[in-house]
Structures are given as C-alpha cells and as structure tokens.
C-alpha cells in the first residue's frame, strides 16, 4: 500500500515569509509524528498527535511553529516568520496507534 | 534525561560483517529501532526489538540488546555496496516520540 508521503519535497523561501509543509500518513495510522533533521542538531522531535489531538507538543523550538492534523489523517506544519536557523529536512512518520513509525521523504525548506 | 549515542563511522570490506553499536539511557524504553538511510531520501525501518527480548535476527539482520548495560547493537551479515548508508538507533520515549542518535555512517569498500 501508499507510503506516508509529504509535499512539497523541496521548498526555496526568503527570510520572513511563512511556511506550510503537508504530510498524509498511511491510511488507517493513527499517530502522526514531525521531526526535523539537520547537520547541526541531528534528528529531533518536533510534535506528535493521536488523532486530532497533540498530546506532546514539546519540541517545537518557538511560538513561530505550529501544528494541525485535521479527520485524523493530514497534517500541516507552519513555521511563520521563516529565519534561517529553520532550514533543515522535516519529516513526518505515523504509525498505528503506539507501533513501528514509518517515515516519509521528508519536505527539505531552505530559507535564504 | 534520554540520550542515545553511536559511533559516527563505520568502514568494512564487501562480504565481511559489519557491527553497528549505540547505548541508551532511558531503561523504561520498551522499543529499540534501528533505521536506514540513504542519500536524499527518508528514513527506512529496518527492524526493532522488544526490551524483553535479547537478540531478534531477520535474514541478514542480527539484533543484539544488553538492557543491563543499556547497550543495543546491529549486525549485517554479508554486507553488501547496497547497504552503505546511514544507520540510526533510536528509543522511544515515554510519549511514543523516537530519540535519535547521530547516525552512524557505513562505509561498504568492494
């Protein structure tokens, strides 16, 4: 079956503008999970949610980040007022319910 | 606190075994992974263990977890170009989030 699969893959934005990065979990998957990649801090956890809900919201690094997940299937993450410290590859995983995450490509933001 | 850490490097010969190794902190883990990933893409689940268990194999993968030294390894038997990548041990932590570790590169020389 379909992977979990995030758009865009790749997003060029200038300092100041706000983001939105898209994933759509496997289908049936009820947790969903952002974490963001970069050389610096390596793999970090940004927010989880069950359901349509977000249990652990504890890494987001700012009030310039935040999360929905709506029917229990899509999320968006936003990042408003983009700096250049945000540019890393973020990735979304899900899962069904406590279970294996499964990853996908990952959406990699470059802000100039 | 969770921490989890692995060596960065890892260079073996086509054919020979290759032994990845990453210790933990957090003993209440219930769940041990280990990822793969390969230039420009995701993360890939390549298997994980249960923390009751001591060793889980799967074809030519070989789980081996010492909970009393928090210690978790991986082994590639036959290891081949294709498996060239970066692997990443994780935990999961009390609210199903992973915790990483920096990735060990493997290096796979024909």
């Known amino acids: 079956g379909a992977g979990v699969s995030q758009s865009p893959s790749n997003k060029v934005t200038e300092k100041g503008k706000d983001v939105e990065l898209r994933c759509d979990p496997i289908s049936g998957h009820t947790a969903l999970y952002w974490y963001r990649q970069s050389l610096g801090q390596g793999l970090e956890f940004l927010i989880y949610f069950q359901g349509n809900s977000a249990p652990d919201k504890s890494g987001l690094p700012s009030d310039r980040f935040s999360a929905e997940r709506t029917g229990g299937s899509v999320s968006t993450l936003t990042i408003q007022r983009t700096q250049q410290e945000d540019s890393a590859v973020y990735l979304c995983?899900?899962?069904?319910?406590?279970?294996?995450?499964?990853f996908g490509p990952g959406t990699r933001l470059t802000v100039l | 606190g969770e921490d989890v850490e692995q060596s960065l490097f890892l260079s073996v010969r086509e054919g020979d075994s290759s032994v990845i190794n990453c210790t933990y902190t957090?003993?209440?883990?219930?769940?041990l992974y280990w990822y793969k990933q390969e230039p420009g893409a995701g993360l890939q689940l390549l298997t994980y263990i249960f923390s009751n268990m001591d060793m889980k194999q799967d074809q030519r993968l070989t789980v081996l977890l010492n909970k009393k030294d928090k210690h978790l390894s991986l082994r590639i038997a036959d290891t081949q170009t294709g498996d060239s990548a970066i692997y990443f041990c994780?935990?999961?932590?009390?609210?199903?989030?992973?915790?990483f570790g920096q990735g060990t590169t493997l290096q796979v020389k024909p």
């Open positions: 957090d003993s209440s883990s219930t769940y």
């Open positions: 994780a935990e999961k932590g009390n609210t199903g989030k992973l915790i």
């Open positions: 995983a899900s899962s069904f319910d406590a279970g294996a995450q499964y």
